[in-house]
Structure formats: C-alpha cells, structure tokens
C-alpha cells in the first residue's frame, strides 16, 4: 500500500513522504480498513515534532472493510466487506472500567493509532479496532473522517455542563472550536461567541452557530461580567490565562487546545473566581456514536467544515501551510485523490 511516513527532523519528524508498505493484515477483534479520507488535525501539528521517523500519522479517518479479523471479544461479526466504517484511533483492553464505560482512551493498556504506537490513517489501508468502530448510516466515509472531530467537541461540550441560559466562550475557531459550536448551537447556550484572529475562521464560526465574533484583542469589549463557560481550543502557551481571564466567577473552563509548550497563569485569578477547570481529550464511545449519528442526520458535513481535500503526496504541503496563520477549515487527506504536478 501507499503510505505517508514521517522522514527524520531535527529532534522527531521533519517532514512526510509517500512510501510503499506491505499490506497490513487484520488480527483478531480487528478490521482493515480502505481509507476514505483523513484529516488533519492541530494536535498532528504539535505532536508531530515529537514523533519517530518511519511514523504513519492520521487519527480522524474513515473508509470501507476490505478485511475482517476472527471473531474476538465477539465484536468483528457486525461487519462485512464494503461496510462504510469509522473508527476510533485508539484499541482498548476491552475489560479494564475505563474500556467497559466507554472510556477507551483511559485504558491503561490503550494502543493509539497515528501517533507512533499503530500506523494510523495516512494510507490506503489501515487496522483498527472493530470494538472501537461505528457503521456509518448513510454517510459519504470521506465525511465518515469527521467523526472524530465532532466526537471531540462534543466531548469539550459535555465536560463544560452548560446549563440553560449559560454565557459561553468559545477561543478558537479550528476544527475543534467549529465543533464545539456546533453542538453549542444545538444546546441550552445562548448566544456562543466566538474568538479568533483569521477573518476566515470568524466567518467559518458564525456558520457553525455562533452568534457573535471577535478577535482575541476585541474579547474584552465582548467580555461583560464574564462568560459562564469558556472553551478553550487553541492550545497555544498564553491561552489558559486568557480562558480565567474571560470567565466569570463561579464558571467553568474547558482546556480542549492540545498544548505541548510549557505555559503558565497566576492561579489567584482562577482562586479569586472559584473556577472550575477541565482538561479534556478524545471523548467516549457513545459520543463517538453521537458524531456520526449527526453526520448521518445531515445536521453537519463536509460542506461546512472541510476547505480542501488532497492527495497522500501533498500531506507535507498540508502540514506546512496548517502550520502557518491561514484560514483554512477542517484539510482531508483522501488517497484515491491523485496528486496533480
Ligand atoms: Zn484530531
Ligand atoms: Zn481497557
């Protein structure tokens, strides 16, 4: 199969080239799947510095079964050949509390794909877990990819309990901030706001449901007696300072920005207010289950949250121009996509 693996850098990955890899083969309890489409997300951005050359990255993908594994844990049967699937980038013990309350990335024993430990979505084929895989009903399995990333604003979301009539922030309008406002928009919130720097994100953010946009240097003119919720999904060094600062007393802040940088705050201005933080990541099963059932409802799609799809071979040029301020939406690597010059 063709894969994107990461080529030597500095201290980790340096960049990405297109490699032929043998096929990969399902083992019990798993699928193989054929890669739809794979996005690319800002935690790829951070981590990939981070991880060995050799790498097949991509945890936000979708495709068709092309292989089914033997029947383990009583769960590869649910599936047949050419079933549109999306998966969990990540395959639990399947009998640990966190795995039996859906909880899978919190398995001590948990095995991530795309981030060094299982090749991950980058490829034409991938294995993954059948237990930690959903039917996609009706849905495009390019589409499929977006699962995930509303899996994890729907996580943010839920970790914030925004209560009825609840003032909330929303820092960042990523893919994962556009998600959160999705779900926002589709809850007890009134009025999200959203905040960021590129006029293309505000303008993507007020298409996912918020009400009202603004730079960060404009947050505080919006700001008022604080925000009851502020979800912060940068994840840039600075941004939690900025999340206790935008927060009203007693509120809550949802830390969704993944953050390899040190960073720092005064705790004092979070004690004054009595914050409550949440540091959130992934999501469960049934929120998983949730994203692509929405996506199956046509309530969201790649219309509205995907700005390109490209090629394995342009996975360097995507990361590169992700890296950098832009304004793109969600970027999906899609293999049977055929690379132009
Ligand atoms: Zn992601
Ligand atoms: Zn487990």
New binding site residues.
């Given amino acids: 199969m063709r894969a994107v693996v990461t080529t030597p850098g500095e201290f980790g990955a340096g960049g990405f080239a297109v490699e032929h890899l043998p096929d990969p083969v399902p083992g019990p309890g798993e699928l193989v799947l054929r890669v739809a489409a794979n996005g690319i997300c800002g935690s790829d951005l951070s981590t990939a510095p981070f991880l060995p050359a050799g790498t097949i990255m991509g945890h936000e993908f979708a495709g068709e079964v092309v292989g089914v594994g033997a029947d383990d844990a009583d769960v590869t049967h649910s599936f047949r050949i050419g079933d549109p699937v999306a998966a969990m980038p990540v395959i639990?013990?399947?009998?640990?509390?966190?795995?039996?309350t859906g909880d899978?990335a919190r398995?001590?024993?948990?095995r991530t794909l795309g981030l060094g430990v299982l090749p991950g979505g980058l490829a034409e084929f991938v294995v993954v877990g059948a237990a930690e895989s959903v039917l996609l009903d009706g849905i495009d399995p390019v589409d499929g990819a977006l699962v995930e990333p509303l899996a994890v604003g729907l996580h943010a979301v839920t970790r914030a309990a925004v209560r009825p009539g609840d003032r909330v922030l929303v820092l960042g309008a990523g893919p994962v901030g556009l998600a959160a406002l999705h779900w926002l928009s589709r809850g007890v919130a009134i009025d999200p706001v959203c905040s960021d720097p590129s006029p293309g994100r505000r303008a993507a953010a007020l298409d996912l449901g918020a009400t009202s946009v603004c730079t960060p240097d404009d947050l505080h003119g919006h700001v008022g007696g604080g925000f009851d919720v502020v979800v912060e999904c940068v994840g840039k060094p600075g941004m939690i300072a900025a999340a206790i600062d935008a927060v009203a007393t007693h509120g809550t802040v949802v830390i969704a920005g993944v953050c390899l940088d040190t960073d720092s705050f005064m705790p004092v201005a979070g004690v004054v207010k009595e914050t409550t933080m949440h540091f959130v990541s992934y999501y469960t099963t049934s929120e998983f289950r949730t994203a692509a059932a929405e996506l199956s409802k046509g309530a969201i799609g790649s219309s509205t949250l995907v700005s390109e799809i490209a090629g394995l071979a342009e996975t360097d040029r995507v990361f590169r121009e992700l890296s950098a301020p832009n304004d793109h939406r969600k970027v999906l690597i899609a293999p049977a996509v055929a690379t132009v010059g």
């Avoid at 639990?92 to 966190?98: D, F, I, L, S």
């Avoid at 398995?107 to 948990?110: D, I, K, R, Y």
């Fill in positions: 639990g013990c399947h009998r640990c509390r966190a795995c039996l899978v398995c001590p024993s948990a």
